[in-house]
């Protein structure tokens, strides 16, 4: 670092009034009761994630794995995001959202299969961190657990992060696999394309906590709609929920009306929320162990839709319908988003919206259907809200479904308001339906189930909530 950039580094400590004096050490260091160490009963994740460490070990024999949690991450200046764990971090340790940032773990595969969790334990009353470090001391942002607890909690052996460099020190580099290397991040991704048990059950939490954000979304639309920003309204309501029934968003809200609807990612929610539009909201909550679930509906603002929008509406719900009667065990996993764009193409045709037919459409180099619907069908999900991402294609969109995957069907289609190929009634219309849903052995199971689908049943629903 450069003279110039450690003295401007040095410039956070010019705020701090901290007493450093050992007449004051020794005085903040005395009379504090003693630490509750009693020990955790283990986590229901810990057997499941003991497992996931064995296949790591197994996949990977002879090497030493090393999984990083992750730092803090600057927001601007001294403050920081929230934050959250890696995901392969939190998958194969079972820690969500009370992660110690900097914690590392290791699965050495070199004789046998010995894992380690290294991560900064709460510092002694006798230390000046304790009080003075703003970033990690106890009066700042509270106690950390002791290694004895978070090893119970885990069922995982634990050491002080500052013992880690000297241990890696002792492992050859040719023995070290992390991250970064894409064999790793492979597998580890693709370990979490079938869920077990526990993540099963933490998935239907995050879909339980994501209905009831839907729900408060609906009773708001009143004040949204009298707020020049109401997408923030719609925006702050879903917030709420998730920061009250889980741990956080699992991604930015898309709170998107009217217009807006046609911007795929569209987060900036600042626009007006009108009568006689559309509301597209795609949201999900992540709970305490990093799942998140990821749905979207669109919501007739004054709760009634019109003719144009509902036909659009309900041909989407058609397409997802598609899509929901061919997902079963056997399946390949690209064949849901063929099963959807049939549906596409048909619509589009059967309102001239096509230079061809609809089967001629669906020929690889025409796909003009894709123009009002430019993207996928599905995608897993899990701790990511695209699980899995690293995955190789052959086990990604080749795939056949098996039983306990976990994906998304959201066919939609949007039509901008500068939109010349069609009918002037259309444009400005964007719809999506977004369900997550399970493989069983049969079929797949919809999750979501609990929020409407059906354009009536969408308006009866929204009239109970609101009356």
Request: net charge positive; with cysteine.
């Amino acid at each position: 670092m450069s003279k110039d950039a450690k003295k401007l580094a040095s410039r956070n400590a010019n705020r701090s009034r901290t007493p450093h004096s050992q007449q004051f050490m020794k005085y903040i260091g005395s009379n504090w009761a003693e630490r509750d160490n009693k020990l955790p009963k283990a986590d229901a994740v810990a057997p499941f994630a003991a497992k996931r460490r064995a296949a790591v070990a197994k996949a990977f024999k002879g090497k030493v794995v090393v999984i990083a949690a992750g730092e803090m991450k600057t927001r601007s200046n001294d403050t920081e995001y929230r934050y959250r764990p890696h995901s392969a971090f939190a998958h194969l340790t079972g820690w969500g959202t009370h992660t110690v940032p900097s914690s590392i773990l290791v699965i050495d595969a070199r004789k046998g299969s010995k894992s380690t969790l290294f991560f900064r334990e709460t510092a002694g009353h006798d230390t000046d961190e304790f009080f003075a470090n703003s970033a990690i001391g106890e009066f700042w942002v509270g106690s950390r657990p002791g290694l004895k607890q978070v090893s119970a909690l885990l069922g995982l052996p634990t050491k002080s992060l500052k013992t880690y460099e000297e241990f890696i020190k002792s492992v050859a580099k040719k023995d070290v696999v992390t991250l970064d290397d894409a064999a790793v991040a492979e597998f580890v991704s693709e370990l979490r394309l079938v869920k077990d048990e526990y993540e099963i059950k933490e998935m239907r939490k995050a879909v339980a906590a994501s209905v009831e954000g839907f729900k408060s979304v609906v009773r708001n639309l009143d004040r949204a709609i009298t707020h020049p920003r109401g997408e923030r309204i719609v925006e702050g309501a879903f917030f709420a929920e998730a920061r009250a029934n889980g741990n956080d968003l699992g991604y930015e809200t898309i709170a998107a009306a009217g217009e807006h609807a046609c911007t795929l990612h569209w987060i900036i929610n600042d626009g007006k929320v009108n009568k006689g539009e559309l509301l597209l909201l795609d949201a999900g909550v992540e709970v305490e162990s990093l799942y998140t679930a990821d749905v979207t509906r669109t919501l007739p603002i004054n709760g009634k839709f019109n003719a144009t929008q509902e036909m659009i509406y309900e041909a989407v719900r058609e397409a997802a319908d598609a899509a929901f009667k061919i997902a079963k065990p056997g399946v390949k996993f690209r064949e849901i988003h063929a099963a959807a764009m049939k549906v596409i193409a048909q619509k589009t045709a059967e309102w001239g919206l096509l230079p061809v037919s609809a089967e001629e459409s669906l020929e690889p180099d025409n796909q003009f259907h894709r123009r009002w619907m430019i993207h996928g069908t599905s995608h897993h999900l899990g701790m990511d809200v695209h699980d899995c991402a690293q995955a190789r294609r052959e086990m990604y969109l080749d795939a056949e479904l098996k039983p306990g995957m976990i994906f998304t069907i959201e066919p939609g289609l949007y039509f901008h308001k500068d939109d010349l190929l069609v009918p002037k009634k259309f444009r400005g219309i964007g719809a999506r339906i977004e369900d997550d849903v399970l493989v069983t052995k049969t079929g797949v199971e919809n999750l979501t189930k609990a929020l409407p689908r059906k354009a009536r049943d969408v308006e009866a629903w929204m009239a109970k909530l609101k009356g």
